[in-house]
């Protein structure tokens, strides 16, 4: 099996990539100019905005695992362009020059309503106001829209491996407005490759899946574990279940966390 993976240099294709390769898959990365590849995959040159470099990236490929997209910048243009367009010029190759293989796209529980009465659902109405998550429900569509086979994971917050992501959240608390009671779902990176593993298999096959742990954790002690005091409060909270999502499909379909928690993490010290 020949896997191509877009974004193989981002936050969480730097850390999928090797566990890919450990695990015995032939993997190709479409890399822009200038981009290292890392040892034990092939690089072949190409940009999702350029639909030129495509076809030879796709083409031979059981599979290709796109993870390629822009999130946090000021840029909306960019951002729209480089999820959705990028997306819909990844498809069209793909429908041209490897229509049997399987297309596996990394999306975000940040699609679910901030105002939501329960944990988000994969059946649920999604209406994003911010232009990542709404570029990437649009995304959706189109992959859903497309003949392939296809499977879409919507992950939650991210974090593990020393990648720095759990060290930034303090600063965005206040502008977020989170309560220090407000939970929110996390998986860490190992189990990206779990999940992943099991899209490359099938067992996600046509289906948006959101793959979690198993224990959604305050905000609270998510900032104090990198040493942040967040300022305690016994107001009531608003937005209860805001980016707390239910992942019991993906359980009854074969995902079990290894990383069952982020207090696990902590303890293996692999944050």
Request: aromatic share 6%.
């Amino acid at each position: 099996m020949t896997i191509l993976i877009t974004g193989a240099t981002g936050l969480v294709g730097a850390r999928l990539v090797p566990r890919l390769v450990e695990a015995g898959l032939d993997c190709r990365l479409l890399l822009r100019t200038g981009k290292t590849c890392p040892p034990g995959a092939t690089a072949v040159t190409g940009d999702i905005l350029d639909p030129s470099t495509l076809s030879e990236a796709v083409r031979g490929v059981s599979a290709i695992v796109h993870l390629a997209a822009v999130f946090r910048s000021p840029d909306t243009d960019l951002i729209w362009r480089s999820n959705l367009e990028g997306t819909r010029n990844l498809i069209a190759s793909v429908q041209a020059d490897a229509a049997d293989a399987r297309l596996i796209m990394a999306s975000t529980s940040n699609v679910y309503n901030r105002n939501s009465t329960r944990p988000g659902r994969e059946t649920d109405r999604v209406e994003p106001e911010q232009a990542y998550p709404a570029s990437k429900v649009a995304a959706e569509t189109l992959l859903r829209e497309s003949g392939l086979t296809w499977s879409i994971l919507r992950f939650p917050f991210v974090y593990g491996d020393g990648d720095g992501h759990l060290e930034m959240l303090p600063k965005h608390l206040a502008a977020f407005g989170f309560h220090p009671a407000n939970r929110m779902s996390t998986i860490h990176h190992r189990d990206i490759a779990t999940a992943t593993r099991l899209a490359l298999a099938g067992a996600f096959d046509g289906r948006i899946v959101n793959i979690s742990d198993e224990a959604p954790t305050t905000v609270y002690e998510l900032a104090g574990l990198v040493g942040h005091q967040m300022e305690p409060s016994a107001e009531a909270m608003q937005n209860p279940w805001y980016l707390h999502v239910d992942a019991s499909l993906a359980r009854s379909l074969g995902f079990q966390p290894a990383v069952r928690t982020v207090h696990q993490a902590a303890q293996e010290g692999i944050l």
